[in-house]
């Protein structure tokens, strides 16, 4: 049986992670959990899996739970980012899901690793803030760093038994539905609401993230991630867009044939795999039948339309502090327009703006990512402050 601890396990990723658990009770034991300030899930999940340790990112929120699980013993309840870090690390636990997503996640995951724990993890802003110190730290304690996300997943799943993959590809092809707005011409998306743009036309998922596959900021993400994550370089990786969601990412090789997993949109499959690899369990999801898809369409990306993407590549190439900036303000900015403070296209204008005034630390540390993080949301919400609402196009 294997003992994990689940970060993030109010969110969805969590709780499909807990519903696998449940499917396979015999495979997991669940012993710590975290999360950011959900007290009302948090406490239905430690009654039901009796955690030995959970955390609360927020410490009231903490004190809340602590409150309301007096009855329940040999479960200890902490606060704050320490809090997240000794789940993370506690010996009980042979593997971590990382869960939590954002900044929030980083350095629970670069301690989870560096107390030699198994990851998997749909986080892709730890890769893409610190990519390089999380690949030392994997090398360094020899641990697997297994990603859930479905277009990483799927090509790690293509990559599994290549022997030499940074010879043998020629590029990484990651696929993206092109969210609700794809077939909205440009001009109408100034005006747009966060209702509209929570309208995943495939995937069920968390705001912040639905909110980045409208803007395709995710996409861009992801491109990040997979440069560190499969030690490739930029130009081998290119976005093709995908409506159907069906094919969730493709490797093609330098002999001209491409490898491509597919399969149903459900999150719980690249869950699953990433907690029982490199075993395959039977999963209680809808099966694929391409019968009944018959067609799979495939278009480019538009990079004027989504200017999220540019700015994402723009973040790679440059390197350094910089995609921590943008990971950083990205999640300041989704909050605001969330908050209906700001339009749907002054989110790239504020993201590209706070890039422009970073200086750029090349090679940095930790310190130096968490002084990026830091000053990255500070100035997001300064330039959001003072910026006049767009919602119309110029």
Known sequence: MKHIAILGSTGSIGKNALSVVETHAAEFKVVGLAAKRDVDTLEHQIRRYRPAL??????????????????????????????????????????????????????????????????????????VMAGALVNAAVKANGVNLIPIDGEMSAIFQCLEGTRDPQADIHRLLITASGGPFREIPKAELYSVTPEQALQHPNWKMG?????????????????????????????????????ESIVHSMVEWADGSTLAQLGPTDMRIMIQYALTYPRR????????????????????????????????????????????????????????FLNTDIGFMDIPAILGHVMDKHAVVGEPTLTDILEADRWAKSTARSVIKNHTKTTISH
């Open 54 to 127: 959970v955390a609360v990112n927020e410490p009231t929120a903490a004190g809340r739970l602590r409150a309301r699980i007096r009855d329940i013993n040999g479960t200890q309840v902490l606060a704050g980012s320490e809090g997240l870090q000794a789940v993370a690390t506690m010996p009980q636990a042979s593997q971590v899901l990382d869960g939590m997503g954002g900044s929030a996640g980083l350095l629970p995951t670069l301690a989870a690793i560096n107390a030699g724990k198994d990851i998997a993890f749909v986080n892709k802003e730890v890769m």
């Open 207 to 243: 705001q912040k993230i639905t909110i980045d596959s409208a803007t395709m900021m995710n996409k861009g993400l992801e491109v990040i991630e997979a440069k560190w994550l499969f030690n490739i370089e930029l130009s081998k990786i290119d976005i093709v867009v995908h409506p």
């Open 281 to 336: 369990l039977s999963a209680p999801v809808p099966r694929l039948d391409l019968q009944e898809a018959r067609t799979l369409h495939f278009e480019p990306v538009d990079f004027e339309k989504f200017p999220c993407l540019s700015l994402a590549y723009t973040a790679a190439d440059v390197g350094g502090t910089l995609p921590v900036v943008l990971s950083s303000a990205d999640e300041v900015v989704v909050e605001a």
